[in-house]
């Protein structure tokens, strides 16, 4: 179990389930983060691929570290939703014991959802892998200056980009930041891969959806300091002729699949899509 230990009741949910499950002759491991709040024996990260199943109490940003945790072994993910918005988590607290006895009886269904591999290029040699559910986003590190970002697609130069970044997205990371830079919505059912600048400079620039197998390479042009992070969570600082290939990973994030529709339902609540300014009249 990994858990937001910033949320006393994430905790104690994660406590009164270990007792649940251990009741049921499972047994219970914690993320070392977790044991620092409770009494159960702790799970080095090494061994997250030992587990049946990983249930993550928090919110998104709880799921995307039990998904770093476990993206090297597929392990099944359930999220339990102890957040603010949730959108990737499956379950509430209060569907939890029926999702598990599903899971335990062997119910349940896995939606395997597209990862990306970012491979940082210095002097022509790899020098780091980072691997995301949501995205990989190239960016500027200072505040004050405007960086140009060249992208080629398969060989192929694209553009430049005047802009504060660029995002690649898979279809699960299309509703997060790729959403609040204006790129599109994809069902994360699709495989695809969504190119998508921050704030670019320019009226000609629209998203891309490309090819799940699309290899893309990003490269700082103007001078400044430039990041490359992945989901968010993990980050590097790049140095001048740096390049990053960004392409569909071999590994894939399990979810287990607690509501059928699950996705359009999100879209529905989370988002405010079915919100309607003139009613249901129409
Ligand atoms: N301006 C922005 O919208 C912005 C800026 C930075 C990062 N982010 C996103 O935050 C993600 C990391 O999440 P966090 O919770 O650790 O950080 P966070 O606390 O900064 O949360 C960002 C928000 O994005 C939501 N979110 C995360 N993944 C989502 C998804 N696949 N679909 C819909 N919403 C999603 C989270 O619920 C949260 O409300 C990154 O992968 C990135 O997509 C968004
Ligand atoms: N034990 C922990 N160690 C390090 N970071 C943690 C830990 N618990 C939570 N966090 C981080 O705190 C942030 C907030 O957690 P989380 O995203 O789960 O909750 P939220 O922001 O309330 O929900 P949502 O992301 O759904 O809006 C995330 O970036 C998460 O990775």
């Keep these: 179990m990994v858990t937001n230990t910033y949320r006393p009741d994430a905790i104690e949910a994660a406590v009164g389930v270990a007792k649940w499950l251990r009741a049921r002759g499972n047994d ?117 200056r405007m960086m140009t970002f060249q992208v080629t697609v398969d060989g192929h130069v694209l553009t430049s980009y005047p802009a504060d970044g660029i995002i690649v997205a898979t279809p699960t990371g299309s509703t997060a930041y790729n959403l609040s830079a204006g790129g599109p919505i994809l069902d994360p059912k699709v495989h695809a891969l969504v190119l998508t600048a921050i704030a670019p400079h320019t009226l000609n620039s629209r998203t891309l959806v490309l090819a799940a197998e699309s290899e893309i390479v990003l490269k700082v042009q103007s001078h400044g300091d430039a990041v490359l992070s992945a989901d968010g969570q993990t980050r590097l600082h790049l140095l001048s002729g740096d390049e990053v290939r960004v392409r569909k990973s071999t590994r894939m994030t399990n979810l287990v699949s607690v509501q059928k529709d699950d996705f359009l339902i999100k879209l529905g609540q989370r988002l405010l899509w079915s919100y309607s300014p003139v009613g249901d009249s129409l």
């Excluded at 896995?110 to 970012?118: K, T």
């Design 28 to 144: 219970v491991w914690v993320d070392s983060d977790t044991a620092r709040h409770v009494e159960l024996p702790v799970v080095r990260n090494s061994e997250f691929g030992e587990a049946d199943l990983v249930v993550a109490f928090g919110g998104d940003g709880t799921l995307i570290r039990a998904v770093h945790l476990c993206a090297d072994f597929g392990t099944p993910i359930l999220g339990v939703y102890f957040g603010r918005f949730g959108f990737v988590t499956q379950c509430t607290h209060e569907y939890l014991e029926s999702c598990l006895t599903d899971f335990l009886e062997g119910r349940c269904s896995i939606e395997s959802r597209m990862m990306l591999d970012a491979e940082l290029m210095r002097a022509g040699q790899t020098v780091a892998h980072l691997s995301a559910l949501n995205e990989t986003v190239l960016q500027r590190a200072v505040v004050a």
